[in-house]
């Protein structure tokens, strides 16, 4: 489910007979993927290499 077809079940749909408000819409769609797949990167980086540290820990014991 995308953030557009969301919003289009909360907006009345004669509002997207207006193709501009579905532009804007669909610009909004792609500013706040583009926003929080920025985010999503960082935390998967983070956590990838806290799992690394983990397993070199567990495969190399002290």
Do not use: Q
Not at 20 to 45: P, Y
Request: aromatic share 16%; hydrophobic share 45%.
């Amino acid at each position: 489910m995308t953030l557009f077809s969301f919003l289009k079940g909360f907006i009345d749909v004669p509002l997207f007979k207006n193709k501009t408000s579905m532009a804007t819409l669909l610009f909004s769609e792609l500013f706040l993927l583009a926003h929080f797949s920025r985010h999503f990167r960082n935390f998967a980086r983070k956590f990838c290499d806290d799992s690394n540290k983990i397993k070199s820990r567990i495969l190399k014991p002290n």
